[in-house]
């Protein structure tokens, strides 16, 4: 038995297609606002902070292993549902927070390990939905666009471990803008150009220090239409360490609109 630990965006959706194709005993622990797994019998919707009826849950049903996925966004912590063991590990959870929300999922997996619950890969059932190195799209970058990403790489390097960011943008090596708490969206809507032709690269790396079995940088159709209003030639990701959905739809809309999908 697998215990799945959901949040929002649809990657959980598709792991949990891969599981059930598979016939692997599952229960979900829902953590959306919208109770997006509500109708699934084996899921049990829950708060954050009700850490004894997470842990209770996962070990009545002989969950020895856990696979995270989605975003679980930091929560209001004044107003979170607490049970006891929420209590006591609260303050642990809020100094976590501080680093973000990736941060927040990474103190759940030790407070998990203390409990001898082992966190798997989140890709661990869907390999296919990670890039390899290569380039997808009948756009190649040329030497220009070359030069962004490379400006854009030593760019996330620089970054701090602490710092949350899993994204820049670049435009004629200059950095146009840098992935901040309201996401890569948020980010994208900065990056706007007058110039009618594409130039610049959005990349996304994973954060330095990242544990790789979870909150890996994802891309999916709707980040490659943000993109082309953004005016931005192409995406950049980091072989093997990144989430890429609806993978057919994306590349199709980028060949149409001559932009690149590369993976270093």
Known sequence: MIGLIFGETSLPIEILKKIKKKKIKYIIIDLTKSKKFRKDRKSFSVSIGQFGKIISILKDNKCKQVLFAGKVSKPNFSKLKLDLK????????????KLGDAAI?????NILREQKIKTLNSLIFNPELTLKKGNYTKTRP????MKDIL????TLSALGKYNFSQGT?????????????GGTEQMLRKCKSKKKNYSGVLVKFPKKKQ??????PTVGLKTLQQCKSAGIKGIVLKNKQNIFLEKKACINYANKNKMFVTVK
């Open 86 to 97: 929420g209590f006591y590990y609260i303050p642990r959870i809020i100094k976590a927070s």
């Open 105 to 109: 999922l990474k103190e759940i997996i």
């Open 142 to 145: 040329n030497n220009k666009d």
């Open 151 to 154: 400006k854009a790489i030593k």
């Open 169 to 181: 943008v670049v435009r004629n090596k200059k950095v146009i803008a840098i992935e901040s708490k």
């Open 211 to 216: 544990d790789l079995r979870i909150d890996l």
